[in-house]
């Protein structure tokens, strides 16, 4: 088989998608209708064409607004994991961002069991494993962040369906008007109970945001890090620590429109600057992507071969939050 067909059957890890960002235009359109939610337009991929990084996350809120019942999250982690392992997913750590949900009214309970619900049916059919990243949403303000990472530790405490998927904590959405260090003590919390910390980071701000992730948030990965080459000092933090970055150059063309085309993404030169730079969709149903579409366009992109492409996949591998067994069985 060719390069195509080999990178497409790769297993792969993917560590930042966000599983709102996966939906199928047609349960947009179904769980719409069924729930009475007004979509500005007939088929929801008309509303697919973004030119900043806000203009999608419009986009991406009204997706969020037609989850309603508990079983709208399992069908939508269902088809989520169903979809990946189609294109060689066996692994990966997805986010979810309850805000509006809360705001709504709606127990985080439900969408975590929900979630847990859809994710085991799509386990026992495929064999993909998914595990969860609370995300805050920086639209709704650190004290929802806090509020909602209490709510988390106490289903914990109580013990609910499915809050052992949930292994890490990070924050999502807008970029313009925040500063990392508000989120300072919602990280604490998830910290000091053991949750993992990661943090969407400079897709739309500078790298001394970055850093401020790491030194106030605790954070082990950064979900984008664009703009980090501009900081020789961050950068060589960055390759010195093994500071993992999640990146999504296909994303970051058609949501973030950070560069032109994707040969001029900085992707490459993350790698070869020694950053644990790896490689992910971020909202695949958004943007017209799937997993190994995206190993395909950037293997064509870069005039990357099949060596170059498999040490990313275990870059995935070694950035990813499994313990050191867990980790041993998807190299
Ligand atoms: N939520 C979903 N995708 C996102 C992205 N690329 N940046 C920030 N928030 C998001
Ligand atoms: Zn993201």
């Known amino acids: 088989p060719g390069l195509a067909e080999a990178l497409e059957a790769l297993p792969k890890v993917e560590l930042h998608c966000h599983v709102e960002g996966t939906m199928r235009p ?53 088809e989520s994991a169903v979809d990946g392992a189609a294109h060689g997913l066996v692994y990966r750590e997805s986010f979810f961002t309850p805000a509006r949900h809360l705001a709504a009214g709606r127990t985080l309970a439900e969408v975590v069991a929900g979630l847990d619900e859809g994710l085991a049916a799509a386990e026992a059919e495929t064999g993909v494993r998914v595990a969860l990243i609370l995300d805050f949403d920086r639209d709704f303000g650190a004290a929802a962040a806090e509020e909602t990472v209490d709510a988390l530790l106490a289903l914990r405490r109580a013990g609910a369906t499915g809050v052992e998927r949930v292994v890490g904590v990070g924050y999502d959405s807008t970029e313009i008007g925040q500063e990392p260090g508000w989120y300072a003590e919602a990280f604490r919390r998830a910290g000091a109970a053991g949750l993992r910390r990661t943090a969407h980071q400079g897709e739309d701000s500078g790298p001394e945001a970055i850093a401020a992730c790491v030194d106030l948030l605790g954070a082990e990965r950064i979900d984008h890090g664009l703009s980090i080459l501009e900081d020789p000092d961050v950068t060589s933090r960055f390759v010195d620590d093994q500071i993992a970055l999640t990146v999504c150059p296909s994303s970051n063309i058609r949501i973030a429109n950070a560069f032109p085309t994707l040969a001029e993404h900085v992707f490459p030169e993350m790698r070869h600057r020694g950053l644990l730079a790896t490689l992910n969709t971020d909202d695949p149903a958004l943007t017209d992507l799937d997993l190994g579409r995206e190993y395909r366009a950037v293997a064509s992109a870069f005039g990357w071969g099949w060596d170059t492409m498999v040490d990313i996949a275990l870059d995935g591998v070694a950035a990813c939050w499994l313990p050191d067994d867990g980790k041993a069985v998807l190299r």
Do not use: I
């Open 26 to 78: 047609a349960t947009v359109s179904d769980l719409a209708a069924a729930n009475e939610v007004d979509l500005p337009v007939a088929d929801p991929t008309e509303l697919y064409r973004y030119d900043s990084l806000d203009g999608f996350l419009r986009v991406f809120w009204l997706v969020q607004s037609v989850l309603v019942t508990q079983g709208d999250w399992a069908r939508l982690a269902y």
